[in-house]
């Protein structure tokens, strides 16, 4: 008789879900409902689950029916359940309950990406208004500096990041072992590429592939393999300048960099050139002017020179106009290699180079 009363207890019990079965029906019921458009309301899901004859107390009374040994087991499954939804009910209460705090008593137009709490109005508390970026001063004076030059006849043209030896080197007039490689000591990839140390490996391309009269402008971002320090980056931008004819002389280069440095500051600026060395120009050249930061009364950034080297420049190289297929005995032009960072520092009084690619906000914020 036991035996009969027993089996006919585990054939009824045998139809019944298992309460693992069970837990993951009531958690893939919950999750649809939390997911349901529009959405439920906190106090019915928690009736539907929560309430005297939700689904998790349902299922907390099947314990009973568990073997004993599995009973501890299975009251462990019911508990995190009942812990889970209840988790999942005070979640949505808080969602709810900033909707309506916010004034947005329907759902549409609840933005849940809103960069600010949603119970915030904006004139109420405009500590937590959106922030609205500005311009990095890199970008407005290149700009400034490019319509500048583009007033001038310029045309802009941006240098490719990765380029090889022969344009970085070679047709500039910098064979292999040339000593004036490590000036431009830079990064290599894999495949003998390099992450451009200078705009000027652009030159060899425009000037073969641009018909003179030749008046190009480029920019570009320049790495170098530098010990930084307050006026040396890794990375930082170059604004070269390229222009070829016929009869162009020193005076045509100085006139363009001196209009260029006035219309810049908005006054006359002092300039003076003194001799440098670049083996893609001839004679190389330093276009330097009156220490901004001191007014010439002499600082550590014009190291008490009074004067600051702004722009490299020259005449273009005859061996370089020759690499490009431009015979020089009927053309002649200049170039410069202009660093906007410089620019930007001596514009601005700033103490660090590193300040500008640093991305600290409280430096940036100054520029607004
Ligand atoms: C050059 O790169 C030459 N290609 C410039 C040139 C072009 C000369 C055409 C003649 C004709 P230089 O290495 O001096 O030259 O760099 C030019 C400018 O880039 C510098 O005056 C400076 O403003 C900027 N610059 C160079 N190295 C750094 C650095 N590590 N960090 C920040 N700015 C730099």
Avoid at 219 to 228: I, L, M, P, Q, S
Avoid at 232 to 242: A, D, I, K, N
Avoid at 267 to 286: A, C, H, M, N, T
Wanted: charged share 25%; aromatic share 8%.
């Amino acid at each position: 008789m036991p035996k009969s009363h027993s089996s006919k207890r585990a054939g009824k019990n045998d139809r019944k879900p298992s309460i693992s079965a069970l837990v993951r029906d009531i958690k893939k019921q919950l999750l649809s409902d939390l997911q349901s458009d529009p959405p439920i309301s906190t106090a019915q899901l928690k009736t539907k689950y929560l309430g005297k004859q939700g689904m998790v107390t349902r299922a907390m009374k099947e314990i009973g029916a568990v073997a004993p040994e599995k009973r501890s087991e299975a009251g462990k499954e019911l508990n995190t359940l009942k812990l889970w939804a209840e988790g999942q009910m005070s979640r949505v209460s808080e969602t709810e309950k900033m909707r309506l705090d916010s004034g947005i008593a329907s759902d549409d137009g609840f933005d849940v990406t809103a960069p600010f709490p949603p119970n915030t109005t904006g004139s109420e508390r405009p500590g937590l208004e959106p922030k609205v970026g500005t311009l990095h001063p890199l970008t407005t004076v290149g700009e400034k500096a490019i319509r500048i030059f583009e007033s001038m006849g310029f045309h802009l043209v941006e240098a490719r990041r990765l380029d090889d030896d022969y344009n970085s080197f070679e047709a500039l007039n910098i064979p292999k072992g040339h000593p004036a490689r490590d000036l431009w000591d830079t990064f290599w990839t894999e495949d003998r590429l390099i992450p451009i140390p200078h705009t000027s490996a652009m030159q060899n391309r425009i000037l073969s592939s641009v018909k003179p009269p030749i008046r190009e402008i480029i920019v570009g971002k320049c790495f170098r393999n530098e010990a930084t320090d307050a006026s040396h980056e890794h990375t930082f931008y170059q604004l070269e300048g390229v222009y070829v004819d016929k009869n162009v002389t020193l005076t045509d280069l100085i006139g363009t960099l001196s209009h260029f440095m006035n219309a810049f500051y908005g006054r006359d600026i002092k300039y003076k050139i003194q001799p440098s060395y670049f083996p893609f120009v001839e004679p190389g050249l330093e276009f330097l002017i009156e220490c901004l930061v001191c007014g010439q009364r002499g600082c550590p950034f014009c190291h008490y020179s009074k004067w600051v080297e702004v722009i490299p420049c020259g005449p273009i190289h005859p061996n370089v106009l020759r690499e490009s297929g431009l015979n020089p005995d009927e053309y002649s032009g200049f170039a410069w290699g202009l660093g906007f960072d410089r620019l930007v520092i001596l514009r601005n009084q700033i103490s660090d180079i590193r300040l500008l690619h640093s991305g600290d906000l409280k430096f940036l914020e100054q520029f607004r």
